[in-house]
């Protein structure tokens, strides 16, 4: 079900490298005004997620995503290759989320019926996209197995450029000729294959009305051998003391290795200021990101 699944080439020709011409980026950004994106889902799309086949890495990096970035990621939801289910989601999602993402359904196999369910979903019929088809032959002119597809297997192929038709394309990268394709201003649409997802969504910020940097988070981790519960009346009485100032505090256990405290807010100074009384009184140390994301792997392992 993936949006640009091909036949293996055996052939030992190099290709040349792609340059595609990236889409403009608007001269006036939305938050200029103060209108930025504040809240954001994620609707991950397709079978085999639900049946375990493939495992979904795109809602955690789409979560990385809106944190560094000042976005509340209020939802992520995982449904069938089902045409009423996406519609239902979709319309629901964009009517209480500023920034919607979907993942997945967007190949050229039966299964694959992301963009027409969606085209349903918004009450548009579904057009080829010429500029898409065009980028999509200039990728394949020199693989092999392209010349030799038949037309119902072209025709197939064509499938992911058939967009709904008030849809809004746009070209993040020169080496990609799949776009990222937004309706009602605020859902967009991305493969489910997660090296596309997250080099398309990472490309696409400068054509997103993103939060300025002051209204962005900062996370300040400590780590502990205690016990959770030794801690615990500790972390309550200091999320009641802080939650006025609209600090975060949570808990995060690693099995039989201790337990991580996050601080999260917005002004930097108090967060460090409290993450030395935390350190104290846990008995603990701050740690980075990436020494933190370490000890999660091995304590998932």
């Not at 016990?227 to 009485?237: G, H, K, M, Q, V």
Request: aromatic content about 8%; overall charge negative; some cysteine.
């Amino acid at each position: 079900m993936s949006c640009t699944a091909v036949p293996p080439d055996n052939s030992t020709f190099q290709l040349p490298p792609l340059n595609f011409a990236i889409s403009p980026v608007p001269k006036k950004n939305p938050s200029d005004n103060g209108r930025y994106i504040k809240t954001a889902a994620a609707l991950i799309i397709g079978d085999e997620i639900l049946n375990g086949k493939t495992l979904d890495r795109n809602s955690n990096y789409f979560a990385r995503f809106c944190f560094e970035h000042g976005i509340h990621l209020k939802r992520v939801e995982v449904i069938a290759d089902d045409e009423a289910e996406i519609i239902e989601a979709s319309r629901r999602m964009v009517q209480t989320y500023d920034f919607v993402v979907t993942s997945g359904g967007i190949g050229p196999t039966h299964d694959d019926i992301t963009y027409a369910s969606l085209a349903k979903s918004f009450d548009q019929g579904l057009v080829y996209h010429d500029e898409t088809l065009a980028r999509m032959e200039e990728s394949g002119k020199y693989r092999t197995w392209v010349s030799k597809q038949s037309e119902e297997q072209r025709t197939a192929r064509k499938r992911m450029a058939l967009f709904p038709d008030a849809a809004e394309v746009i070209f993040v990268a020169s080496d990609i000729w799949v776009p990222v394709v937004r309706l009602q201003g605020n859902l967009c649409i991305f493969p489910g294959i997660p090296t596309l997802f997250q080099k398309m969504l990472d490309n696409l910020k400068p054509f997103l009305p993103l939060p300025p940097e002051e209204e962005r988070p900062f996370r300040l981790q400590v780590f502990t051998g205690l016990p959770e519960s030794s801690i615990a009346p500790f972390l309550t009485d200091l999320q009641k003391r802080v939650q006025p100032e609209g600090i975060r505090i949570g808990s995060y256990p690693v099995l039989q290795k201790g337990v991580y405290v996050s601080l999260i807010g917005a002004d930097r100074g108090r967060v460090h200021q409290l993450g030395v009384e935390v350190e104290k009184e846990v008995e603990g140390r701050v740690v980075t990101e990436a020494e933190a994301e370490a000890k999660r792997q091995l304590g998932c392992q």
